[in-house]
């Protein structure tokens, strides 16, 4: 699975970690932001800093509100429910994350089917594998006025796409998916877990990406460096309603200011500097003998490769890896991994893939 070494749960001291972004802790800077944070109650809407931080947040990607909520996950599936009614499907890429790895949620908790396309040519960063087409998810959407089918209520989009590869998804074939739903009345739900990537990779900006979807769950816990929590971006309706579908799944907090804190510290002093990760997993690339043309942001997929066992003669020298798959494995760079960690790793997976091969 991605990211996770299911065989060897326990931390390796001193490791260079590239299993995921999730792993970056709060800086000592972060860390004083968070010490310092003005706080309130936010179930009541008076927590100072967790307002600031949803207000700004709305205006970077050009909505009129937002909400803080703990995890990407229910970010995205407020999201989800905000725009598509039980019975009714959501429609998207067949390796998302919103389908792939949240546990059912939609259908769990919200009676919401899904249906899903695979795009390119399969999973973990082979090809363009989760690349957006318009058009071939515009075909399959199905119409609300006919009862024999289930009616497709909105398109899921992931930017960039994790299983992907870290890939990030073309302007015109958003534009263009976008165009189209505003004459089908289809909406379109953005998962943002690492938009932030996107708009420094792409320099795309962020208020154009949110501009191309209705509902948006934006992650601060992964290339950002922040310990908890995303941001559900959209109209203010649609995120008075938000309000109560967190509430009902349990996510009203209270003196969470200490997080949005962090949050904005993130924002200030960490946006620009993904630009340093997504150098580092091409220099990764390169000393691997992955074609660095292919990494567009921070993940290199490595194929056709025993994946269990280089990720055990890594970690035997301090260097953990995720397994993608039974023949690839990725590699994702983050705020905790230098350039020394990046040449360390480096050179302990050159020699592992060497001797593997060799063997």
């Not at 203010?236 to 967190?246: K, S």
Request: proline share 4%.
């Amino acid at each position: 699975m991605y990211g996770i070494d299911t065989d060897n749960p326990t931390p390796v001291a001193g490791a260079v970690d590239l299993r995921s972004d999730t792993l970056t802790r709060p800086t000592p800077a972060m860390r004083r932001a968070m010490a310092e944070a003005e706080v309130g109650d936010d179930v009541y809407r008076e927590d100072p800093t967790v307002n600031a931080l949803e207000e700004r947040t709305a205006d970077l990607f050009g909505h009129e509100a937002a909400l803080f909520v703990p995890s990407g996950t229910m970010g995205n599936q407020i999201g989800l429910r905000l725009v598509c009614e039980p019975g009714q499907e959501v429609l998207g890429d067949a390796d998302a994350h919103v389908f792939t790895y949240e546990m059912g949620a939609a259908a769990a908790l919200f009676g919401l089917s899904s249906r899903t396309v695979v795009s390119g040519s399969g999973g973990g960063g082979s090809g363009d594998a989760g690349r957006v087409s318009a058009a071939q998810l515009i075909a399959q959407v199905r119409p609300k006025d006919d009862w024999h089918v289930t009616s497709t209520a909105a398109i899921a989009v992931e930017n960039t796409h994790n299983r992907g590869g870290g890939l990030v998804q073309p302007l015109d074939e958003l534009q263009t998916l976008f165009d189209w739903t505003r004459q089908h009345d289809v909406a379109v739900h953005l998962d943002g877990a690492r938009i932030w990537n996107a708009h420094v990779a792409s320099g795309v900006p962020l208020s154009t990406y949110g501009r191309l979807s209705d509902t948006a769950s934006v992650c601060l816990s992964k290339g950002l460096g922040v310990p908890i929590g995303s941001v559900l971006v959209a109209g203010e309706e649609r995120i008075a309603q938000a309000r109560l579908w967190r509430k009902r799944l349990g996510g009203g907090m209270r003196q969470v200011g200490v997080l949005a804190a962090a949050a904005l510290y993130a924002l200030d002093h960490h946006v620009e500097r993904l630009a340093e990760d997504h150098e580092h997993a091409r220099l990764l690339a390169e000393r691997l003998g992955v074609d660095p043309a292919t990494v567009e942001t921070n993940m290199v997929v490595v194929e056709g490769v025993p994946a269990a066992a280089v990720a055990a003669a890594a970690r035997a020298q301090g260097v953990l890896v995720g397994q993608v798959s039974a023949t690839r494995i990725r590699l994702v760079t983050h705020l905790d991994v230098d350039r020394a960690g990046v040449d360390r790793a480096a050179k302990v997976l050159t020699e592992v893939l060497a001797d593997l091969r060799a063997a």
